[in-house]
């Protein structure tokens, strides 16, 4: 007569990985894996949270953060050659001066980021478009604020 083994028995001779907490900071953490999706493909077409993220949208954040201080930057010296600000929020923060209004934009863009993160993958409005492609479109008006400002400065010197 065969013997039966159950899953539970086989796994105590292996090695458990759920044993040692993973690091902050791993080799595997950009790699592909199974915390990128969910493990059933049915629940993919659901809302869904994960704690891994791809290179691509890694690079996406690295330059939406970037561009957001490039972005203040080129708006101080545009108020010092007699711009005004017309983001009622920002103009706020600049009453206070220009650091602050630097550490203001950099925290409500971090705490923007952030939360696109979090809810990536999670439908807009009842439609079957995710957050996550809501970065690229950031990054493409970030570069055209950006571009616009390099326009603004070199015409006004």
């Known amino acids: 007569m065969a ?3 159950h899953f539970s028995e086989k796994r105590k001779d292996s090695r458990d990985r759920r044993k040692k907490p993973t690091p902050p900071v791993s080799a595997y953490s950009l790699n592909d894996g199974s915390r990128k999706t969910p493990r059933r493909k ?13 290179k691509r949208v890694f690079a996406a954040v690295l330059l939406i953060l970037a561009m957001s201080l490039i972005d203040a930057i080129f ?3 545009l108020l010092r050659d007699g711009a005004s600000e ?4 920002m103009a706020h923060f600049l009453e206070y001066g220009p650091l602050e209004f630097l550490v203001a934009k950099y925290i409500l863009t971090c705490a923007s980021v ?3 993160l979090i809810y990536k993958n999670v439908y807009l409005l009842n439609t079957r478009i995710r957050a996550k492609y809501l970065f690229l479109p950031i990054v493409m008006m970030f570069a055209a604020v950006i571009v616009w400002e390099v326009f603004l400065i070199v015409t006004s010197n």
Do not use: A, C, E, M
């Not at 049915?42 to 791809?54: I, K, M």
């Not at 017309?86 to 929020?89: L, S």
């Open 3 to 5: 013997q039966k083994h």
């Open 42 to 54: 049915g629940d993919r077409w659901q809302n869904y949270f994960v704690d891994r993220y791809s």
């Open 75 to 77: 708006t101080l010296q």
């Open 86 to 89: 017309i983001n009622p929020v």
């Open 114 to 116: 952030l939360l696109l």
